[in-house]
């Protein structure tokens, strides 16, 4: 199985903060790395597939970035609804895994 | 609007089966193939399995936690998908989701449902 890990397990950000998470995978996933936003009592929300790709409607300031086994998200100026839970998940191979989430909370 | 409903959820003892829809709207349901994800209280996401198209085959993959005891099925009549969980055991409890996939992308996820397993 593809062991996934996140950097920071989690942070504390100021709104209009730039935002950095990072992903890496134990073996190359080329580049089929999703990213989910969720918040408290909330189903996860697809925000970045196929490690850069934009999900229709999801605000510009998320991006995504990375190939192989290191990935990035991005969140340009962090908003006040963006404070949630943040995880990637690899869709190479079965059985698809998800990295353990890094929060994202309120300095 | 793309949409997925879950359902059938609720408290069952161990041992005992369980079976949750996914009833879908807004698409052609047989365009895609559907996932089934988990989530445990206070836990991370997991994934459960998948099932392709009928064009693919209509196979099924599934994680080895479940694997023997789920099975999904789909139809594509109804846009319904299927999550059969049999000998349930405590630690299937868990919020479970479901979601359409595209391009190896689970996208339009539901409110999902809880299952508690529990004597």
């Known amino acids: 199985d593809i062991q996934m890990t996140q950097s920071p397990s989690s942070l504390s950000a100021s709104v209009g903060d730039r935002v950095t998470i990072t992903c890496r995978a134990s073996?190359?996933?080329?580049?089929?790395l999703n990213w989910y936003q969720q918040k408290p009592g909330k189903a996860p929300q697809l925000l970045i597939y196929?490690?850069?790709s934009l999900q229709s409607g999801v605000p510009s300031r998320f991006s995504g970035s990375g190939s192989g086994t290191d990935f990035t998200l991005t969140i340009s100026s962090l908003q006040p609804e963006d404070f949630a839970t943040y995880y990637c998940?690899?869709?190479?191979?079965?059985?698809?895994?998800f990295g353990p989430g890094t929060k994202v909370d309120i300095k | 609007e793309v949409q997925v409903v879950e359902s059938g959820g609720g408290l069952v003892q161990p041992g005992r089966s369980l079976r949750l829809s996914c009833t879908a709207s807004?698409?052609?349901?047989?365009?895609?193939?559907m996932s089934w994800f988990r989530q445990a209280p206070g836990k991370g996401l997991e994934w459960v399995g998948f099932?392709?198209?009928?064009?693919?085959?209509?196979?099924?993959e599934y994680a080895a936690s479940v694997k023997g005891r789920f099975t999904i099925s789909r139809d594509d009549s109804k846009s319904i998908a299927y999550l059969q969980m049999n000998s349930l055991k405590t630690e299937d409890t868990a919020v479970y989701y479901c979601?359409?996939?595209?391009?190896?992308?689970?996208?339009?996820w539901g409110q999902g449902t809880l299952v508690t397993v529990s004597s």
């Open positions: 979601t359409r996939v595209h391009s190896s992308s689970p996208e339009s």
């Open positions: 807004g698409f052609t349901f047989g365009d895609y193939a």
């Open positions: 196929a490690a850069s």
């Open positions: 073996q190359s996933i080329s580049s089929s």
């Open positions: 099932i392709r198209r009928k064009v693919y085959g209509g196979t099924t």
């Open positions: 998940q690899q869709s190479y191979s079965t059985p698809w895994t």
